[in-house]
């Protein structure tokens, strides 16, 4: 089709607004996968997404819809829902001229749909309002379109009620799709800029390059360079999606598509960049590109030492489709040899660490993330520290800086209290309140990242009766009063539970710690003291006292099957242990200072 009738665009919505649902339903409407091909949500295709109800990786989708007898092609860049993500939902942005933002008409504008229009907004995307749901009961379509013309600022007065889980309202986006958006600009003739806004590793073709055609024009055959990266391929495979990949000869301005050129690893073709001709290079690249920053760290220790080359080798397949996941070998006498890994943020840990049980088959113990301290020392240096343990001694350092995060939380207003009090227990400095709604209130505050690591969302969630939401965003450094909390069990320093808190705190996280340190290991056949100490000073200690009797000894004599299970329930229970010196300690010990009250 001529440039003209091309459409590139993206669904943007708060987390179960129902952005797959109506991505699957325009799928399906243009016949662009079969019925029978429909898996629950085509667009979320990685088992891990489909089953936290998650949007991880993008997908794009080419589709064919004829309006007023004219076909045009449609598109699709799905974003991921996670903040975690928020850089790659801007670079999918970046590649499309506009967008559908789908409201949920029984919930409202939540704080993820504000983080994704203003997104949105900076890419100077035509946005199109979707209100979802309105085949709910309580469906209040009206009441949300004021909302969101209010809140947002968005003329809601063309917006589209929809139903994508009962097929209404869908050809009127279709629709809407080819009359607001505008086409994009044919500079075919300029230098080749591509605009990379997803990757993933293929291990026969290497790594498979999804991107926007921003100018020029690029064909199969041709020597590619990235500008990002500085290096340069053979475009083996050029091709589109639709979803599934189709080759074509060549790929011009306004277009999306695919390449595959042996990229070893995503690491090389990483979101963001631009991609040129190695011979008639652009003069700048696009604009937006960002290196890949992990937010948190931490340590992963396999259970079973053997398993160490294991763990490394599925880290580094790991990271052939994850150019954010950085990882390198951490020793700990405690824990013996394990890596410090990087994260984007907590979710992308937790997937990490999912998938390296799932898929790989490994018994990992995982240490309490921490996020990344600036430590200036006496002698003028900065350096950063992701592991506390390596906090250096007060003597030697002059200030410690930690990253802060603004929040921004969307809550009815009965809970504003409850909200207040936890942002305020966590050092929340608050910032502005705002009704955004007669019932409904935005609270900002800024806050240390290091107190959102952990139960945060959690305990927002279970403060609102999940009804509250919310979204953050990195916002810099700043200078804190923080010193470093060691653990010693039986004497021995553990370095993993070693934690960096804020000295006002010191003393309440010292004895919230070792009382659940001491609720959490098992009771061993000898007295085993918890201490916390700052330096050389304890300041909270407690001790496990030792068994008496052999466990066993409850069972009589004769009574085998019961013996058996107990001690196949034992055998269970220590898979997930790590001997530190004599005592065992189990996988939630680690995570303790998590989940202090
Ligand atoms: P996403 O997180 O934005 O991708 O949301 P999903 O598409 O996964 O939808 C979240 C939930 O809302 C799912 O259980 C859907 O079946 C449901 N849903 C989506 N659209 C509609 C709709 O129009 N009406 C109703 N009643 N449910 C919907
Ligand atoms: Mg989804």
Known sequence: ????????????????????????????????????????????????????????????????????????????????????????????????????????????????????????????????????????????????????????????????????????????????????????????????????????????????????????????GDRIFFMASGKDYFADEVGVLSPNQIQVDELYAGEVGYIAASVRSVADARVGDTITHYSRKAESSLPGYEEATPM??????????????????????????????????????????????????????????????????????????????????????????????RLPDPGQRKSVEEPYVKIELLTPKDYIGALMELAQERRGEFKEMKYIAENRASILYELPLAEMVGDFFDQLKSRTKGYASMEYSVIGYRESDLIKLDILINAEMVEPLSTIVHRDKAYSVGRALTQKLKELIPRQMFKVPIQACIGSKVIASEALSAIRKDVLAKCYGGDISRKKKLLKKQAAGKKRMKAIGRVDVPQEAFMAVLKLE
């Open 1 to 220: 089709v001529p440039i003209s009738n091309i459409r590139n665009f993206s669904i943007i919505a708060h987390i179960d607004h129902g952005k797959s649902t109506l991505a699957d339903k325009l799928l399906q409407v243009t016949g662009t996968v079969q019925n029978r091909d429909m898996k629950e949500q085509f667009l979320d295709n990685m088992d891990l997404e489909r089953e936290r109800g998650i949007t991880i990786k993008l997908q794009a989708a080419r589709m064919r819809y004829v309006y007023e007898d004219t076909p045009y092609c449609l598109n699709l860049i799905d974003t991921p829902g996670h903040v975690d993500f928020s850089y790659e939902v801007s670079r999918s942005l970046a590649a499309c001229e506009g967008a559908l933002l789908v409201v949920d008409a029984s919930q409202g504008v939540e704080a993820q749909t504000l983080a994704n229009v203003y997104l949105a907004l900076e890419n100077n995307l035509e946005i199109i309002p979707v209100l979802n749901k309105i085949d709910l009961p309580g469906a209040e379509p009206e009441k949300v379109l004021r909302e969101i013309e209010e809140v947002i600022g968005l003329d809601c007065s063309k917006a589209i009620f929809c139903s994508a889980k009962e097929g209404i309202g869908i050809t009127e986006i279709l629709d809407a799709i080819v009359q607001r958006i505008p086409a994009p600009l044919d500079t075919a003739k300029n230098p080749l800029r591509a605009l990379i806004f997803d990757s993933y590793y293929d291990p026969y073709r290497g790594v498979i390059v999804y991107f926007r055609v921003i100018d020029g024009k690029v064909k199969k």
């Open 296 to 389: 948190v760290f931490c340590g992963l220790f396999p259970v079973d030492a053997d398993q160490f080359p294991d763990l490394r080798d599925a880290l580094e397949k790991l990271q052939l489709n994850d150019a954010a996941l950085k990882f390198e070998p951490e020793t700990s006498s405690a824990m013996g040899f394990g890596f410090r890994c990087g994260f984007l943020g907590l979710l992308h840990m937790e997937i990490v660490q999912e998938r390296l049980e799932r898929e790989y088959n490994l018994n990992l113990i995982t240490t309490a993330p921490s996020v990344v301290y600036r430590v200036n020392s006496v002698n003028g240096d900065t350096t950063l520290c992701s592991n506390p343990s």
